[in-house]
């Protein structure tokens, strides 16, 4: 038996919103659909929540959840027609039809806290690039020990160009990847996003989200040749040895990122 808590805001028992959990023997607590309604909660081995009406309302919560690390798996019950908004950036584990029968919740209960416990067993994943790190199990991102206060899009623009270092992404992809199939907006959305995520890394630090001219955005991994921050710069060459100025460099470097771009698409 295991020990379940159900969000919701509707003034009926978890039978009504679920109905198959009366023929199951988990225990069942029932509390607000709230953020701060779970500070007071006990944990649970699998968290509910009621996504039957108020969709906009339920994803923000879901995402919230999600953000501080519930260490259980997110489970939304959901309408047949609240299927089609479910996206992956709601940040949930898995997906229940109110109408489900017992053995599919069941199963779906016992599945979800299986694949929590192999993730637990197997350890948080942690993208380490220099003095940043991204922890994808507290959804949150360090830069030399210091928190980032990053939104959820911010942290997953991040994460996804974090994962795949180097590489070029167009504005397209990106918007793709991080905010899904269904987002209508335009690529200047992405620009803002880079912008923001620039301004909180930092003068010293913003350059790890690099523009690639008519292409996008990459990763970029200092060489470990690099000198650090800190280091004196180097000396100035020698009279009569021509130096090709930062303008010259950028165009070299935007013409090799758009070749990788082109390899990467």
């Not at 519930?70 to 992956?88: D, N, Y």
């Not at 016992?110 to 993208?127: K, N, S, W």
């Not at 004196?232 to 021509?242: D, F």
Request: hydrophobic share 40%; glycine share 10%; net charge negative.
């Amino acid at each position: 038996m295991s020990s379940l808590l159900l969000l919701t805001n509707a003034l009926q028992p978890s039978t009504e919103v679920l109905p198959a959990l009366g023929l199951l023997l988990h225990s069942v607590r029932v509390a607000p659909a709230e953020g701060p309604a779970l500070v007071d909660t006990p944990g649970a081995d699998v968290i509910l929540i009621d996504g039957r009406r108020d969709l906009p309302q339920v994803r923000s919560l879901c995402q919230l959840l999600r953000s501080t690390g519930p260490g259980c798996p997110l489970v939304l019950v959901v309408t047949e027609g609240g299927l089609a908004a479910v996206t992956a950036d709601w940040g949930i584990d898995d997906v229940l039809l109110d109408t489900a029968g017992p053995a599919e919740v069941e199963a779906r209960l016992r599945l979800a806290m299986g694949r929590q416990q192999i993730t637990v067993d197997d350890g948080p994943m942690e993208i380490r690039n220099g003095d940043l790190s991204v922890d994808e199990a507290t959804y949150s991102a360090k830069l030399k020990g210091r928190v980032l206060d990053l939104t959820f899009k911010e942290f997953e623009l991040l994460k996804y160009l974090a994962q795949h270092p180097g590489r070029v992404f167009t504005r397209a992809q990106l918007l793709q990847e991080v905010w899904g199939y269904d987002y209508f907006g335009g690529t200047r959305t992405v620009d803002v996003h880079v912008r923001r995520l620039r301004a909180k890394l930092g003068p010293e630090h913003d350059s790890l989200i690099g523009t690639v001219r008519n292409v996008g955005y990459r990763f970029v991994t200092p060489e470990k040749g690099d000198r650090p921050a800190d280091e004196p710069a180097k000396a100035a060459p020698p009279h009569g040895e021509r130096d090709h100025g930062p303008e010259q460099a950028s165009e070299h470097e935007s013409a090799e990122a758009a070749a990788l771009a082109a390899r990467n698409a």
